[in-house]
């Protein structure tokens, strides 16, 4: 699925100028009927250290929020826009819903981002809200995930709740446009041809997903459970293939994107020893589709059941928070043929302290991946000048020349954000 934009024509500055107004003279009334009005204005610029220092990323952002409670209800919108240095703009709602609130019981219906489990930076029970991948990992993690239309019900009992979600229509993974320096690698022996026609899953209470999930704060651990019948965020990429018959080699392909149907159970859990946090989090994944190079196999496709876990660990040392998680992918019932390797192992890491009345802030975060020697460095720099307004500088290093990360060695880049709250 990839981002649809405005494009910057004059029609189109005609409009975003008259979006703006709306919002502005719109913010001013609903404070003035005591609705909460916040948001961002934001400026990022990023630049690849490598080839002709093109810029990765030229964006202006304005992020708004409206909340209002009245009494036993809510409501809360969350319009943002993107305008990019190509003119394009990109308007959207993130989030856009209602709540209901009972002696026991909460309702939201309406567009939500939905969080869960105990993992940092990767996604394993924290499966309801699908990503957006239009910038490989590297948007903070609320502008990561997408909302989703749903239906939350949430039951509270003592120090228990048992959390319902019905999704009445699927949303997919947001892909980069193929052009994108963010554009997964594809390792086909010919260019192939995509056939988007069954990548598409219609709206039907058939096709609806359901989770629930169950959470407990006791005083020795807190511990979520959780399970879902969902369809696969991701699309397989089911592959046909000609071969001539002289050479034996493969003259053509197509690529049929398509999702599936997945069966997920999970949990995660913390707690505290001795000063240190401990955190785990797994997900089983009952009929996920690979890809293989199994010749006979007529789309190069294989059902197999699928793992996916993390333990994690977070300490502070002389004012440094530390934090570390290994985490493991496993495919089931393994096949060769498969293209992707039977277990995949990632660590992460994070170090990160405040100095000057914590306006700033020196970080490291990385991920590194165990198979291929690759990884995604990132240190930054966060500095508040004064209230409400933000200085960012920092750099996104890959390292190796395959795997998750390796794969995007030539996109290096350094990067700053000036960011005012309001």
Known sequence: ????????????????????????????????????????????????????????????????????????????????????????????????YMDIFFDAVDVRIGKQQIIWGKADGVFITDIVSPKDLYEFLLPEFDEIRTGVTAVKLDYYSGDNTFELVWLPTFTPTILPDAQSIWFPALNFPVQPVFDNSQREVKGSLENSEVFAKYSALTSLVDFEVMAGYAWDDDPTMHVSKTIDPVTKRITS?????????????????????????????????QGK????????ASDAVVKKDYAHYLIGLDYSLWDVKLSGQFIQQAILDYDEAIDQDEYENTMTFLARRDFLRETLTLELFSYIGLQHSDALIRPRVLYDLTDGFELQLGANIFTGSEGRFGQYDKNDMIYTKIKYSF
Not at 29 to 40: D, H, P
Not at 289 to 296: G, K, Q, R
Request: hydrophobic share 40%; proline share 2%; charged share 15%.
């Open 1 to 96: 699925m990839k981002k649809k934009y405005f494009n910057g024509s004059a029609a189109t500055r005609r409009f975003l100028n008259a979006v703006l107004a709306v919002l502005l003279l719109g913010g001013l009334s609903l404070q003035a009927q005591s609705v909460t009005f916040n948001g961002y204005a934001r400026s990022y610029l990023g630049v690849l250290t490598g080839g002709n220092n093109d810029y990765s990323i030229q964006q202006n952002t304005l992020n708004l929020n409206i909340e209002q409670s009245r009494g036993m209800v809510a409501f809360k919108a969350n319009p943002f826009i993107y305008y990019y240095d190509d003119n394009n703009l990109e308007l959207g709602l993130r989030e856009v």
């Open 253 to 285: 392909l197509t690529v049929t994107p398509k999702h599936h149907r997945l069966s997920i159970m999970g949990g995660s859990f913390s707690t505290t020893l001795g000063g240190v946090v401990v955190r785990g989090e797994g997900a089983f994944y």
């Open 289 to 296: 589709y690979f890809n293989t190079a199994d010749p006979a």
